[in-house]
Nanobody
């Protein structure tokens, strides 16, 4: 069982940066691939990016590639999402998720545990 708690969301102007954190409980955090997803009002939840169990491999959606970076610290049971050059269309609730699959995971249904989400609002 893994419990995930996101933090770091807030209001930022377009072009600004935010760093989201996801704190995980459990001794087996390093066994999980981690992902970030987001859901804007009236839209379906969408994939943002993923990182494998060791942090050696990442994958991003085209919409955030080159602007967002995922990293993890297994010693701290944490995963991060650094978001730069933010745009108003990045406004959404951001969720972190954990998958027992150790490799990168893109498909939402393959994630086993989810956080409660943190709101990110980008003003124009």
């Amino acid at each position: 069982q893994v419990q995930l708690v996101e933090s770091g969301g807030g209001l930022v102007q377009a072009g600004g940066s935010l760093r989201l954190s996801c704190a995980a409980s459990g001794r087996t955090f390093s066994s999980y691939a981690m992902g970030w997803f987001r859901q804007a009002p009236g839209k379906e939840r969408e994939f943002v990016g993923t990182i494998n169990w060791s942090g050696s491999s990442t994958y991003y959606s085209d919409s955030v590639k080159g602007r967002f970076t995922i990293s993890r610290d297994n010693a701290k049971n944490a995963v991060y999402l650094q978001m730069n050059s933010l745009k108003p269309e990045d406004t959404a609730v951001y969720y972190c998720a954990a998958s027992i699959t150790r490799t990168i995971v893109i498909i939402m249904v393959e994630y086993d545990y989810w956080g409660q989400g943190t709101q990110v609002t980008v003003s124009s």
